[in-house]
């Protein structure tokens, strides 16, 4: 069984730029959850998508976005980056239904120069 | 009062022996408890989920739920050097969504 998968794995930007990270859930999930990660602030919920739905959303700036496809695959946007978004983004995969495991990619590492 | 509290240590133990790490929450409706584990430089790798009052045991590992005082725990019978790692503890406090609120997490290091 496949596990969640994560692209890229890792990525370098520039202050001002926009970076687009992807998450394919386990094969039957249809909730992707996504969190930053820093070791300052230690794990963050950013957003919870399930069928193609924003369900929850974390407490950050507008700059931060996302979306899931009908497929469940879900993508993240970070526009105009920041030196402090420099994290570890972490997807999440789960069947959206209450009481279910949930299950982390590898991640993709994020550092803005 | 921070959501979800651990110790952050570090805890550490003798080989062979019992690790015991604790967790208390603030919400008391939280519904689902969920106990990671991170390597560093690794993503967190579920080891137990726990949402009924009790002990819940998968191998060497046991959760322990106690609702009336908002405690969850992780035992680990028979620690191995393997399991030195960064414990994270994880609460969902509403059905009808997957948000995980975390803890600091706890550093394990087990001593051989």
């Known amino acids: 069984k496949a596990g969640v998968t994560q692209t890229p794995r890792y990525l370098i930007k520039t202050r001002g730029q926009q970076v687009t990270l992807s998450c394919s859930p386990i094969s039957g999930h249809r909730s992707v959850s996504w969190y930053q990660q820093t070791p300052g602030q230690g794990l963050q919920f950013l957003f919870e998508y399930f069928s193609e739905t924003q369900r929850n959303k974390g407490n950050f700036p507008g700059r931060f976005s996302g979306r899931q496809f009908s497929n469940s695959r879900s993508e993240m946007n970070v526009s105009t980056l920041e030196l402090g978004d420099s994290a570890l983004y972490l997807c999440?995969?789960?069947?959206?239904?209450?009481?279910?495991?949930?299950?982390f990619g590898e991640g993709s590492w994020l550092t803005v120069v | 009062q921070k959501e979800v509290e651990q110790n952050s240590g570090p805890l550490s133990v003798p080989e062979g022996a019992i690790a015991s790490l604790n967790c208390t929450y603030s919400?008391?409706?939280?519904?689902?408890f969920f106990w990671y584990r991170q390597y560093s430089g690794k993503s967190p790798e579920l080891i137990m989920f726990i949402y009924s009052n009790g002990d819940k045991e998968d191998g060497r590992f046991t959760a322990q739920l106690n609702k009336a005082s908002q405690y969850v725990s992780l035992l680990i019978r028979d620690s191995q050097p393997s399991d030195s790692a960064t414990y994270l503890c994880?609460?969902?406090?509403?059905?009808?969504?997957?948000?995980?609120?975390f803890g600091t997490g706890t550093r394990l290091t087990i001593i051989p």
């Open positions: 999440a995969s789960s069947s959206g239904t209450s009481r279910n495991t949930i299950y």
């Open positions: 919400d008391r409706g939280s519904q689902s």
């Open positions: 994880a609460v969902i406090s509403n059905f009808g969504n997957e948000k995980l609120t």
